[in-house]
C-alpha cells in the first residue's frame, strides 16, 4: 500500500514534510519510496509546476486542477478552452512559459472540434486566484481536421531560446506524415505568440507549412530539451512494435510510414523496411512496443546516480524507464515500477529534485518518487 503524504508550500518551494516509515525499494542504482500525492483524478494527462509551489495537472476529461498546499482543489479551473473528447482526444498538455513570473502565461494544448471533425489545439490564458483563466487565446490549430478519435501527439516544450515546440499525430491516417502541405505527423516550432519563427527549416517553400520543424513523425507523445546541447529529444507511438526516441534536427524526416522498426497490428509489414537515405534513424527504438508517455531528462540532487538519464512513462507495461546515455549513445535500459502504479502518462522533475508521475486512468493518481537511505 502507498502512502499517502502531502507537500507544503514555504517561501514558493515545494517543502516535504517527514513520512512514517515505508518499504523502500531498490532499483538498480538508488533507493527510493514512492507516496500518492493526490487520488481519484480523471484521465490524468500532464503535470506543471508553477513557480510558488503551486501545481497543475491536466484531465484528459477536459479538467485542469490545481494543487494547492499540498491539496487537490475540488473545483477545477473555469473558463478552459472548449475541449472534444473522444478516444486518445481530451485536454492534454500543460506547459508555463519561461518568463511566467513576469507574464503569468499558461499553455494548454487539447482536441477540439472544426469542419471535418477534431484536431490538436494549442491556447494560452492567465491563471487568476487558482479558480480561473482568463485573456484565454488559441494561438494554433491543426488543420485539416478530420474524423476519428486518435493520434492527436500534444506535448510542448519550451526551447533556450523562448520558442516553442509542439507535437502533432498523424490522426490515424499514416500518409500524413509525409505531407508537408499537412501539419499531421510532425513536430511544430511557433513563438510564444503562436506565429511561425522565420528560421523555422521550411519557412518560403511554395506548399510547406512555414511552422513544421521536423515530419514523418507517427504520434510523439514525449518531448525534452537536453539539459546540456539544448536539442530537442522526443518519443513516439510505433505500430506494433517500433517506439521511438528520436534528436529532432530541423527539416529532419523520421521515416513514418515508409520506415518502422514496428508491423501493422495485423501482422503485415508498413513501408519499405527499417532504413531508407534521407530518413533519420531512432537512438533507441522498442520491440515489443512499451506505449512511451512524458519524458524527461534528470538534472536533480535527489538522484544524484541518475543525473543525465532520461526518464520515460509506459502504458502498455505500466512502467518507468531509466534511459542512461552516452552522448547520443543509450547504454542501458532499467524498468521500475512496473505494474506498480497503472499506466505512467507523465513524468516531471519537481523543484525539489524529486520525480513525479501521473499514472492510471479513470481513478488516476499523483505520486512522487523520493530517495530512501
Not at 473545483?75 to 473522444?86: D, N, R, S
Amino acid at each position: 500500500m502507498l502512502r499517502t503524504a502531502l507537500p507544503l508550500v514555504l517561501s514558493g518551494l515545494l517543502v516535504i514534510p517527514a513520512c512514517a516509515n515505508e518499504t523502500p525499494i531498490q532499483s538498480e542504482q538508488a533507493t527510493y519510496r514512492v507516496e500518492t500525492l493526490v487520488e481519484a483524478l480523471d484521465q490524468p494527462w500532464s503535470l506543471a509546476f508553477l513557480p510558488d509551489g503551486r501545481m497543475l495537472i491536466t484531465e484528459r476529461s477536459g479538467g485542469l486542477r490545481v494543487v494547492e498546499n499540498g491539496r487537490l482543489l475540488s473545483a477545477p479551473v473555469k473558463g478552459t478552452p472548449e475541449v472534444a473528447v473522444k478516444g486518445q482526444g481530451g485536454l492534454l498538455d500543460v506547459a508555463i512559459h519561461p518568463d511566467f513570473e513576469t507574464n503569468g502565461w499558461i499553455y494548454l494544448t487539447y482536441s477540439a472540434k472544426g469542419q471535418g471533425g477534431m484536431g490538436t489545439e494549442l491556447a494560452r490564458g492567465r491563471l487568476v486566484d487558482s479558480d480561473r483563466l482568463e485573456s484565454v487565446e488559441v494561438l494554433y490549430r491543426a488543420e485539416p481536421k478530420s474524423g476519428g478519435g486518435r493520434h492527436f501527439g500534444s506535448r510542448l516544450a519550451f526551447a533556450p531560446d523562448g520558442t516553442l515546440f509542439m507535437s502533432l499525430g498523424e490522426r490515424g491516417d499514416k500518409d500524413r506524415a509525409q505531407d508537408l502541405s499537412d501539419p499531421a505527423g510532425s513536430i511544430i516550432r511557433l513563438r510564444d505568440d503562436g506565429s511561425s519563427p522565420p528560421d523555422n527549416p521550411f519557412v518560403g517553400q511554395a506548399g510547406v507549412r512555414p511552422e513544421i520543424f521536423s515530419y514523418g513523425n507517427r504520434n510523439p507523445q514525449g518531448l525534452a530539451v537536453h539539459p546540456a546541447t539544448g536539442e530537442l529529444w522526443a518519443h513516439e507511438h510505433g505500430p506494433r512494435g517500433g517506439d521511438e526516441v528520436n534528436i529532432i534536427r530541423a527539416g529532419a524526416n523520421y521515416g513514418w510510414p515508409v520506415i518502422t522498426h514496428g508491423v501493422a497490428y495485423s501482422g503485415f509489414k508498413i513501408g519499405e523496411g527499417t532504413r531508407k537515405v534521407g530518413m533519420e534513424q531512432p537512438v533507441h527504438f522498442w520491440d515489443p512496443s512499451i506505449a512511451p508517455s512524458g519524458m524527461v531528462f534528470y538534472t536533480g540532487d535527489a538522484f544524484p546516480q541518475w543525473q543525465g538519464d532520461l526518464l520515460v512513462g509506459a502504458l502498455k507495461f505500466q512502467l518507468l524507464v531509466r534511459l542512461e546515455l552516452e552522448g547520443e549513445t543509450v547504454v542501458h535500459e532499467e524498468r521500475m515500477l512496473e505494474q506498480d502504479l497503472g499506466r505512467i502518462r507523465d513524468v516531471r522533475q519537481g523543484p525539489d529534485g524529486n520525480v513525479y508521475l501521473l499514472a492510471g486512468e479513470g481513478a488516476g493518481v499523483l505520486v512522487r518518487l523520493s530517495p530512501r537511505s
